[in-house]
C-alpha cells in the first residue's frame, strides 16, 4: 500500500514532464500545415477555403486567426475543432466546438474577429497595401503552435487605378477608382461621410466589379475641414457628381449614389435636388435632413435636432442614442423632411432592424409611405434582422460599439456578429447588381448615340 502511494505521488509530480516529452514526441513526428485554398492571396471581400492536414484522427486542435488595422489595433478570432477520421479539419464541413462561434462557419475566422481594444472599428485607409491575416493551429493541451499561414486580402485588382483628387480638381476631395479597360463603365458615388476622412474599402472591391467609383471626403482629409462645418453645402456634392459624369470612363448620363449613416439623407437630398442620378442605395440613415442645415443656393433644410435626453444606458454602461432623432413629422419638424418624391431615381432602403444608432427602420418605412402617397413605386426596401448599424462589405468585423464622432462618447450601435455578417452577404450581392439594373440604359443610350 505504501509502495502504491509512493508510485501515486511520483507519477504526479512527473506527469507535466512526461505530457510535455509525449506531445514533443508527437507533435514532431506530425508534418501538421495550414492550407489556404485556392491559393492566400485573394481580395477582402471573397472567401477563403481553410483546412488542417497532418493532425491525429479526431485529435482536437485550435484555429486562431490574428490583423492588425492601419491604426495598430489587434484583431483577432479563435474556434476548437476536431479533426475527422483523416487527420483532417475543413472549415467548409467540420463545425466549431467553442470560441468567437460555433458550428459550421467556413469564414468564421475572418468575420468574428474581434479588437482587443474595445469599441474599435476596423480601420484601413491605405487600400494600396494588403491587410495580411495570420492563421495559427495549436495543440488544445499545451498551446504549442503547430501550423501557421498568413493570408492576403487585396483591396485592388490588377489594373484598377486609383487616383486621388486635389487642389487641381476645384473644391472636391476624394479618390478616384478607374477600372481596367476603356468601358464606359457605370459610375458611383460613394459616400461615407461622418467620421471624416475617406473610406477606401468598400469603394475600391465595388469598383473591382467594374464600376467607376469616386470615394468622396468632406471633412477631415487633406484642406477640407477638420471637423463637419456649420452647415451642409450640396453644391459641394453637386460638384462631385457633376465631376464624375464628365469622366470619360463614366458611360451616364445617370450615375448611382452610395451611402450611409448621415450620408444617407444627404444621398436623398442629391437625389431630390440635383440632376443625374438614377440609383440611390440608402443603408441605415434618415429620411430627414439631421444635425446640421442643409444649403443648396438659395434653399435652406433646417435639421432634425437629437433630443439629448432621450439618450439611455444599456446594462453595460453604454450608451444608447437611437431616439435621440424625433421619429414623429410634426408641423414643426416637416420642413426637414427631404422631399423624395421629386427624384426620378430608384431607391434601394437598406434597415438593419437592430440599429442602435438611429430608428432607420421607421425612417425607410416613412421614406417608402412618402413615395407611395405621391403614387411612386420606384424603390424598394430591403431588412436584415439582428443586424446592426455599419453594414459594410463581407467579412468585416462585426463593430457593436464605438466613439461616436458626433456624441464623442463610446455608444452601442446593435446587431449580433453572426446575423451581422450573414447580412453584409446579402448587400453586397444586392448593391452591384442594383447599380447594373437601373444604370443599365445608360449602356443602351451611350451604345446607340455611337451608332
Not at 439618450?311 to 422631399?339: C, F, H, Y
Not at 434597415?351 to 430608428?359: I, M, T
Amino acid at each position: 500500500m505504501l509502495a502504491q502511494l509512493v508510485y501515486q505521488e511520483f507519477l504526479s509530480k512527473t506527469k507535466p514532464w512526461f505530457l510535455w516529452l509525449y506531445t514533443s514526441l508527437r507533435s514532431n513526428s506530425q508534418q501538421v500545415r495550414v492550407r489556404l485554398l485556392p491559393n492566400p492571396r485573394c481580395f477582402f471581400d471573397e472567401p477563403v477555403h481553410v483546412k488542417v492536414d497532418g493532425l491525429y484522427p479526431h485529435q482536437k486542435v485550435e484555429l486562431r486567426s490574428k490583423l492588425r488595422d492601419d491604426k495598430g489595433i489587434i484583431f483577432k478570432a479563435s474556434a476548437l475543432y476536431s479533426a475527422d477520421s483523416t487527420g483532417q479539419v475543413d472549415l467548409c464541413l467540420s463545425p466549431s466546438l467553442g470560441g468567437s462561434y460555433t458550428g459550421v462557419e467556413p469564414m468564421g475566422l475572418f468575420w468574428a474577429m474581434t479588437p482587443e481594444t474595445p469599441h474599435r472599428k476596423l480601420l484601413k485607409k491605405n487600400v494600396l497595401s494588403s491587410m495580411m491575416v495570420d492563421i495559427d493551429a495549436l495543440h488544445e493541451d499545451t498551446g504549442e503552435i503547430l501550423a501557421t499561414q498568413t493570408i492576403e486580402r487585396q483591396f485592388m485588382t490588377e489594373g484598377l487605378r486609383r487616383i486621388p483628387l486635389g487642389m487641381n480638381n476645384g473644391r472636391i476631395r476624394g479618390t478616384l477608382f478607374l477600372p481596367p479597360g476603356p468601358g464606359p463603365f457605370p459610375g458611383v458615388l460613394d459616400m461615407y461621410i461622418l467620421g471624416g476622412g475617406v473610406s477606401e474599402v468598400r469603394a475600391s472591391l465595388l469598383a473591382n466589379k467594374g464600376f467607376v467609383v469616386l470615394a468622396l471626403g468632406y471633412s477631415g482629409f487633406q484642406d477640407l475641414p477638420k471637423t463637419l462645418p456649420k452647415y451642409f453645402d450640396l453644391e459641394y456634392f453637386e460638384e462631385a457628381i457633376t465631376f464624375l459624369r464628365r469622366q470619360p470612363q463614366v458611360q451616364g448620363p445617370g450615375i448611382g449614389i452610395l451611402s450611409i449613416s448621415k450620408s444617407g439623407d444627404l444621398a436623398l437630398s442629391m437625389a431630390s435636388f440635383l440632376s443625374g442620378i438614377s440609383a440611390t442605395v440608402w443603408i441605415n440613415g434618415c429620411n430627414a435632413n439631421v444635425m446640421t442645415p442643409l444649403h443648396y443656393k438659395d434653399l435652406v433644410i433646417p435639421p432634425l435636432v437629437p433630443i439629448l435626453e432621450n439618450i439611455t444606458l444599456t446594462p453595460s454602461g453604454l450608451l444608447d442614442v437611437r431616439d435621440t432623432v424625433p421619429d414623429q413629422i410634426t408641423e414643426r419638424t416637416r420642413g426637414s423632411v427631404i422631399p423624395i418624391e421629386r427624384s426620378g431615381s430608384r431607391f434601394l432602403f437598406v434597415v438593419s432592424e437592430d440599429d442602435r444608432n438611429w430608428n432607420s427602420c421607421l425612417f425607410a418605412q416613412q421614406a417608402a409611405a412618402q413615395l407611395r402617397h405621391h403614387g411612386k413605386d420606384n424603390f424598394e426596401v430591403v431588412t436584415y434582422p439582428r443586424a446592426g448599424h455599419f453594414l459594410e462589405v463581407p467579412y468585416m468585423p462585426h463593430c457593436p460599439s464605438g466613439v461616436h464622432s458626433a456624441v464623442g462618447k463610446v455608444v452601442v450601435f446593435g446587431g449580433e456578429a453572426k446575423a451581422h455578417h450573414e447580412a453584409q452577404l446579402d448587400l453586397w450581392r444586392r448593391v452591384p447588381e442594383f447599380f447594373r439594373t437601373h444604370l443599365k440604359h445608360n449602356s443602351n443610350t451611350v451604345q446607340k448615340a455611337r451608332l
